[in-house]
């Protein structure tokens, strides 16, 4: 590389990089990292001289090249960007600092809805339904999963899992959401149903001759045949349509 080329490369790579308006308050932000260092400390450091550093300053008579902009930003510790243009975070991690941005309670409502949970465990819990329980707390889901999975947002409820009996796919203390609109059992899905005063979680299949068999996905537990003549003393609660778990 001959002499002139590396002089034109050296002109290049110290041209100005940012857009005027932002280089235009470059001084007032400099002095305000000057505070009271003197200027030829601060000219030393940054590597110019300091009447080079006294042109950059109010009212700017001069623009700092981008590799002086380099210099004083590595030397004050303050983001390359802010220096130059003023936009975003000063410090050199503080955007990792910013809380999260907060949404307003319209927001909210239109991306989620809030499912009531109750205190009832399903598999050898007891209690008939869940009117007249009480809500202990209450689970977000989008809107966009509950459109998709076609359920009325007014028939959800959470329920906890007791036992082993659905393990691997429910094991005990998950949460269960609940779709209360959907009470005709399909095969191979997993319903929670009442029998006497007792709620299960089971798989549901189809008998031929009316009946229903319950399936645990835990094949030490045996499958439950309901004959035909037993089928009015079950009561299909609701279709699990989700399955909240720990790790």
Same mark, same amino acid.
């Given at each position: ?11 290049? @790579? ?7 308006? *932002? ?28 009447? #080079?550093?006294?042109k950059y300053l ?14 004083? @930003? ?11 243009? #003023?936009? *975003? ?35 050898? #819990? ?61 095969? *191979? ?6 029998? #006497? ?11 031929? @001759? ?5 399936? @645990? ?10 004959q035909p003549d ?18």
């Amino acid at each position: 590389m001959t002499y002139k080329e590396r002089q034109l490369m050296n002109k290049e @790579s110290n041209s100005v990089a940012f857009d005027d308006d *932002g280089i235009a308050t470059f001084p007032d932000r400099l002095k305000g990292l000057i505070e009271n260092e003197s200027l030829r400390k601060f000219a030393l450091a940054v590597g110019i001289s300091e009447g #080079g550093l006294r042109k950059y300053l109010p009212p700017g008579r001069s623009k700092p090249t981008f590799d002086k902009l380099v210099a004083i @930003s590595r030397y004050k510790n303050v983001n390359i960007e802010w220096l130059a243009t #003023g936009v *975003g975070p000063m410090m050199i991690g503080d955007e990792l600092k910013q809380p999260p941005a907060s949404i307003t309670n319209a927001e909210f409502n239109e991306e989620f809805i809030l499912v009531p949970g109750y205190h009832i465990q399903v598999s050898t #819990g007891n209690g008939a339904c869940f009117q007249g329980e009480e809500v202990k707390r209450h689970l977000a889901f989008r809107r966009k999963y509950l459109k998709y999975r076609q359920s009325n947002p007014d028939l959800l409820a959470v329920v906890f899992s007791k036992g082993d009996s659905m393990e691997p796919t429910i094991k005990d203390n998950d949460s269960l959401l609940i779709d209360l609109g959907c009470t005709e059992p399909k095969d *191979g899905k997993i319903f929670v149903v009442r029998i #006497g005063d007792d709620l299960y979680a089971k798989r549901i299949q189809q008998l031929v @001759s009316g009946g229903l068999v319950l399936i @645990s996905d835990n094949k030490e537990y045996r499958e439950q045949v309901i004959q035909p003549d037993e089928v009015n003393q079950l009561q299909v609660i609701g279709q699990v349509i989700w399955i909240g778990k720990d790790v």
